[in-house]
């Protein structure tokens, strides 16, 4: 393969990627529907007055583990042609009552039409939130997101095409619900896919 045909596998497998990234970082284009909370009415009532129900659960310091990672990056490869992921690491999502800071910090394995690559995203989004009981909304975003892909022994820097696509944050508009273990955060896989359900669990 040549060096001009290498550097155009790994733009294209950049953009790829980056398009995978922003799924997550791109406000559903549909009003999301509200998420149905399962109540347990059979759980002691002090457990209910003990257990955070609104935006109140979403505070602390959380991880979407691998599993959860692989499970969104596998919906975002079966709606783009010719393209698989694997995930491996996974990502911090901490709130206060009234900011949040997004932390990825994960490699991926990537095949663009029958190329193989690897990327790796670090860095973090931080901004301030609000959240009604079923949605998060999200402002004043900072974002130092790195991506960087190999294909093919070409490495190319995505950081400055990914920056360029971030009009939302990664949870803005997103649709989500008080678990047992956490908050369970609906990302957006794009325009006219359904959400992943992406369960957070406690960091440390």
């Known amino acids: 393969m040549s060096l001009e045909s290498r550097r155009l596998g790994a733009i294209a497998a950049v ?13 559903p284009a549909d009003e999301p529907s509200t998420p149905t ?10 457990v209910e007055e003990d257990a955070a129900t609104g935006p109140e659960c979403l505070i602390g310091d959380w991880y ?4 959860q990672m692989q499970g969104f990056y596998s919906a975002v490869s079966g ?15 901490a709130f206060t009552d009234a900011t949040y800071t997004y ?15 690897t990327g790796a995203i670090t860095g973090g989004i931080s901004g301030d939130y609000t959240a009604t009981d079923t949605v998060i909304t999200t402002s004043q975003e900072v974002s130092d997101i790195a991506v960087s892909v190999t ?16 009009a939302d944050a990664p949870i803005n508009s997103a649709p989500y619900e008080c ?3 956490g908050p369970i955060i609906h990302f957006s896989t794009g325009e006219g896919n359904p959400t992943v359900p992406m369960q957070l669990t406690p960091a440390g």
């Open 79 to 93: 709606s783009n042609d010719g393209l698989d992921i694997s995930v491996e690491g996974g990502t911090g999502l």
């Open 15 to 27: 953009s790829l990627l980056s398009l995978a990234v922003l799924t997550g970082c791109s406000a």
């Open 151 to 166: 294909v093919s022994g070409v490495t190319m820097d995505g950081a400055d095409l990914t920056n360029s696509f971030l």
């Open 179 to 181: 678990g047992d273990d």
């Open 64 to 67: 979407i583990a691998e599993d």
């Open 37 to 46: 909370v399962e109540t347990d009415a059979a759980a002691p009532e002090e």
């Open 103 to 117: 932390t990825p910090d994960f490699e991926i394995l990537l095949q663009v039409a029958g190329t193989e690559g």
